[in-house]
């Protein structure tokens, strides 16, 4: 099976490739560095031609409102170049509660994605992953100075990144969901805790503080990211893959 991995160079996309080829797939990687922009149309018809399917796994370059113009664009061309090239699956990968959080910009954003992908003439199936492992870090730097990391208890069960490429890998190769996969990690975790878990992994004597009001995370309401008892639960435990990295 011929399948273009648009945003085949980051951290989900990279994977996928290398698994996909692995399986015995014929993978185009394609990113804005190999000449192919969602924003313009430019390379598209190339990627894909002669593609099966299409995973789309890009992130938008900024998180504010301009994201829904991003997703708007790209996908309008994503969807018209695979029609074009008679494309029979498109694959995109999202977030675990994306439409139960319209406070957020990139939430918003991605809803929209979706959307469209729905209302599209090809079939599709849409992955839904909640936190990574590997965004952890990112997310304490948002709140944090050279004393303190201030977090809000927001549960969250994270996932690795690895476990997200596997589930990716399974629907691109198979029939069409014409429906929504949601995927999480096994451990439902608040993440004012996930932040003491990681600084002490780490060995950093910051001090995490539990502030409700601080950082994105806070508007987040309930348990919109953990993905409730129809997800798929995922293996790998955050303890376990940050002692692995210790």
Request: glycine share 12%.
């Amino acid at each position: 099976m011929k399948i273009t991995v648009i945003g085949g160079t980051g951290l989900i996309g990279s994977r996928l490739v290398t698994a996909l080829r692995g399986a015995g797939h014929e993978v185009v990687s394609a990113a804005r560095s190999g000449g192919v922009d969602l924003t313009t149309g430019t390379g598209l018809d190339e990627a894909l031609d002669g593609a099966h399917t299409v995973v789309d796994v890009t992130n938008s370059p900024t998180f504010d409102s301009a994201s829904s113009d991003f997703f708007r664009t790209a996908t309008e061309n994503l969807l018209a170049a695979g029609e074009r090239a008679g494309v029979r699956h498109q694959v995109a990968l999202s977030i675990v509660g994306v439409d139960q959080v319209p406070q957020l910009d990139y939430y918003r954003a991605k809803t929209l994605q979706e959307d469209m992908l729905k209302q599209g003439s090809i079939p599709y199936s849409i992955v839904r992953a909640t936190q990574f492992f590997e965004f952890v870090d990112g997310i304490l730097s948002w709140t944090a100075d050279d004393t303190t990391v201030r977090l809000p208890s927001t549960p969250l069960r994270p996932i690795a990144a690895a476990e997200v490429v596997a589930a990716l890998a399974e629907v691109a190769t198979g029939r069409p969901l014409d429906g929504t996969l949601d995927i999480a990690g096994p451990d439902v975790l608040p993440l004012d805790g996930l932040g003491r878990l990681t600084l002490s992994a780490r060995g950093d004597a910051r001090t995490v503080v539990t502030d409700e009001g601080a950082g994105p995370f806070a508007l987040v309401e309930g348990d919109a990211l953990t993905g409730g008892p129809g997800a798929r639960t995922a293996h790998t435990r955050y303890e376990a893959w940050l002692g692995a990295r210790s």
